[in-house]
């Protein structure tokens, strides 16, 4: 949708109101009143049959009646009434539609119908609808309220906006609420609801043009065009504009599959979630954390490279803050020499340099301690960002304490953030304290996890690297759907996936052959494509030390898959090298086809969907970035050696996860790619992949 259309919607110069009211509370009132609060300067159009006046404004009786070509139209009727409003408001020329009026696609097959129509008129005649089933819209630039919530008069003024984008228009007051607590200002508030005609993309994408909005806040249910998100994403932060996102759905069920583990186990959710955060977006927790994150993106900017350097006054907090920052990533790293010897410098004998640092209580009695210790702290590349713990307690302290750090903060004026934490949530701190850090850009929180879980959140989006390695174009057979073991294995492996050695048999004198050229032990595997889980009909007989335990195991075979599967006609029988054992992984791939390939990797084996160690990752990590995701499963530390067990080859594994991501992308038409188990044996022997099945369009 171009932004020319959406200005008619954003920054309209004449709106009508369509069901116009005086009566208090009704819908038509309250747009009127929002609108008049906050002086709305263009021309007004009221559209109620029934009335001649409305709060002093002439009102019309039809939509006939209104000029040619008003910008935008807001529906203050009931939903019965809209379809054949928005026909007469298109023919009228109106740019755009706001339609509060709920029971469309929620309200069953009739209500579906009806906003398909509504999306049809829309394109006919290029009008943007919001809507329907929404709030409206806040432009807080140019003090256009089209909603019928209650708004403030709050405007920018030339501060840094925060745009909103939420399909919940109620979710999109409250985050505005949120903000406004916080001192934020807000650009544009926008409540998309069911998407009819419009859709979060499409403002997303306007409001990376606005030179008022420097963050996006959002609160999406569903994205309609994934990957045109990404890509808007991938735009964000080229542009330095951070998008912060609050995604429902980890509780819901994983997507099913019938062919791999893969599938099953990378979730649409988990894919959105990979996906938005390699693209830079910031995945947030819950309200809160929306609302925290995004008074760091605005007062903090983007967060230099380097871990946090935490001054506080209490030695408990300081083993707290080592604890909670461990679990959630952040980086604490220990002072560099010169900073070490600037802080000895600056403090008493007997406060340890450390980080965290903990200043006990000598600030009260030697307040220029918060000044001396900041300077050096800021100096240091090591450090990204300062948080302060400090204790608040009563509005005595608070004096103390807040009137110095103030100062050390117009006196330093930091370029990287300093973060406030207030240690006692609720302490009767004086509210212009808070206003007088928030304007020297310090966020303040009433809660030390917060500020460090928002910290680790922005912090961990800094990071980014992308693999340079070109993608590979696999040769799939024609036909799709699921491509069985041996011709999978027929395929990648020429592409660099490691197997053990084998031969494909049809008859037990193939079956022999083919022994004598991998060499005893073999496994015997029955191949068909629609034998997925060839273990669970006994198609798998293991370690066959010699010809005649081969052809009592290739008799055994056929009579189990004949009896667990008697539908099922064999390709035949892969004949492989019976492994050595090692540690058992899954790797796997997914095309999602509507966010893009990810890769899954975990520990596991036939478990893997039990026991859940998995990460799922972008199909162009660097090697690097691959083997950091591999050290953050559960069950990492196996990958380094336990207890005397020796350390694995991480680099074998690794090689493989990126070949399989150059698979995935550059081959669109395969689906899902399942290698389960992954043996991987000590460093330097490698790792080879015992099973494989691919799934393709």
Known sequence: ????????????????????????????????????????????????????????????????????????????????????????????????????????????????????????????????????????????????????????????????????????????????????????????????????????????????????????????????????????????????????????????????????????????????????????????????????????????????????????????????????????????????????????????????????????????????????????????????????????????TSRLKFEPIIEAVKLLEPKKPVIFAGLDDGAPVPPAYVRALRELGVSYFPSPDRAFRALAKLAAARDFSVATDQPISAELPVGGGVIPEYRAKQLLAPLGIPFPRAGFAADLAEAKAAAARVGYPVVLKAQAATLSHKSDAGGVVLNLADEAALAAGWEKLHMDVGRHAPNVTLDGVLVEAMGARGIELIVGARNDPEWGPVILVGFGGVQAEILQDVRLLPADLTRDAIIAELRKLKSGALLDGWRGSPALDVDAVAAIVGTLGRVLRGTPAIREIDLNPVIVYPKGQGAVALDALILAD
């Open 1 to 396: 949708m171009a932004a020319g259309s959406l200005e008619r919607l954003l920054r309209p110069r004449s709106v009508a109101i369509v069901g116009a009211s005086d009566k208090p509370g009704a819908l038509g009132a309250s747009v009127l009143g929002n609108l008049e609060r906050h002086g709305f300067s263009g021309d007004i159009h009221l559209i109620n049959p029934k009335r001649d006046m409305i709060a002093g404004r002439p009102c019309l009786k039809s939509i006939d009646d209104l000029p040619e070509g008003v910008d935008a139209a807001v529906l203050a009727i009931p939903g019965g009434g809209v379809l054949e409003t928005v026909r007469a408001l298109a023919a009228r020329g109106v740019g755009a539609v706001v339609i509060f009026a709920a029971g469309f696609a929620e309200g069953g097959e009739e209500g579906q119908a009806a906003q398909q129509e509504v999306a049809r008129i829309a394109a006919e005649y290029g009008m943007v609808v919001e809507g329907p089933n929404c709030l409206g819209m806040t432009n807080y630039v140019d003090g256009i309220p089209l909603t019928f919530v209650e708004t403030p008069p709050l405007r920018l003024d030339g501060r840094p906006g925060i745009g909103i984008v939420s399909q919940s228009g109620a979710m999109a007051v409250v985050l505005g609420t949120t903000l406004m607590s916080k001192d934020l200002g807000i650009s544009l508030s926008i409540s998309t609801g069911n998407e009819a005609a419009s859709g979060v993309e499409d403002y997303v994408e306007y409001l990376l043009g606005d030179p008022n909005t420097r963050a996006i806040g959002m609160i999406v249910e569903q994205f309609r065009s994934p990957k045109r998100f990404l890509a808007l994403a991938e735009k964000a932060r080229a542009a330095g504009k951070p998008i912060i996102l609050l995604h429902p759905g980890t509780s819901g069920a994983a997507r099913e599959s019938a062919a791999t583990h893969t599938g099953a186990m990378a979730g649409d959710w988990q894919v959105m979630k990979t996906l938005v955060e390699r693209a830079g977006v910031v995945l947030v927790d819950g309200l809160e954390q929306l609302g925290d994150v995004l008074d760091l993106a605005i007062r903090a900017g983007a967060i230099p490279a380097g871990g946090a350097a935490v001054l506080t006054e209490s030695g408990a907090f300081k083993a707290l803050t080592l604890d909670l920052c461990e679990a959630i990533g952040l980086d604490l790293p220990a002072p560099g020499e010169d900073t070490a010897a600037a802080l000895r410098a600056a403090i008493p004998d007997f406060i340890p340099v450390s980080n965290p640092m903990d200043l006990t209580a000598q600030a009260l009695v030697d307040p220029d301690l918060y000044r001396r210790t900041l300077a050096p702290l800021l100096d240091d590349a090591r450090f990204g960002s300062v948080v302060l713990g400090i204790i608040q307690t009563d509005e005595t």
